[in-house]
């Protein structure tokens, strides 16, 4: 049965909701370097996972049941307070580039912006196949930092670190272009 597109209180905006409400836990569980040697830890990476799949729950819940404005405001919304406050936790840990992290806040920032502005006269800017990859190596990014096989090597998450910025600068434009042309 579809639901009003109006409508708060969906189970998909509960999903999203719940993962904003549970970030904080992953924020703290997200390791420190212990003697200058960075080591992972299975918990914060289960709870990351966990974080991020559903993310694919409320999307598949709002396909199914119908979407929202709530919920296309919400969902995004969820999507950069994991990913940005997981980066910025990582930072603060030594482990991310702050030049890097805020090259990533600044484009979700001017795009969710933009997003507030143009949906206020009624227009809807759906997520980009190139922004859902770019979402994706920005969590592969932290995954593989907090995953205890992979977590000593730099070279893996800081090559999806610098992916992530590449494809967060390139969906940056993509928007910007769209939002430049002539309707």
Request: net charge positive; proline share 4%; charged share 10%.
């Amino acid at each position: 049965m579809p639901v009003d597109p109006n409508a708060l209180a969906t189970w998909a905006n509960a999903v999203t909701v719940s993962r904003i409400l549970v970030s904080p836990l992953m924020f703290t569980a997200i390791p420190s370097a212990v003697g200058g040697r960075w080591i992972g830890s299975w918990w914060a990476v289960a709870l990351w996972f966990v974080l991020c799949v559903s993310d694919s729950l409320d999307g598949y819940l709002a396909r199914r049941h119908g979407t929202t404005r709530s919920g296309a405001f919400l969902d995004p919304l969820a999507d950069k307070v994991l990913v940005l406050c997981a980066m910025f936790t990582l930072v603060n840990r030594g482990v991310f580039a702050l030049g890097l992290v805020l090259v990533i806040a600044a484009r979700e920032l001017i795009v969710s912006i933009y997003r507030v502005v143009v949906g206020s006269h009624g227009v809807s800017v759906p997520a980009s196949r190139l922004a859902k990859v770019k979402t994706l190596s920005q969590q592969l990014s932290v995954g593989f930092v907090l995953l205890p096989w992979t977590a000593s090597s730099t070279w893996l998450w800081d090559g999806l670190l610098w992916l992530a910025v590449a494809l967060t600068v390139l969906s940056g434009a993509q928007y910007a272009v769209r939002a430049l042309r002539p309707a």
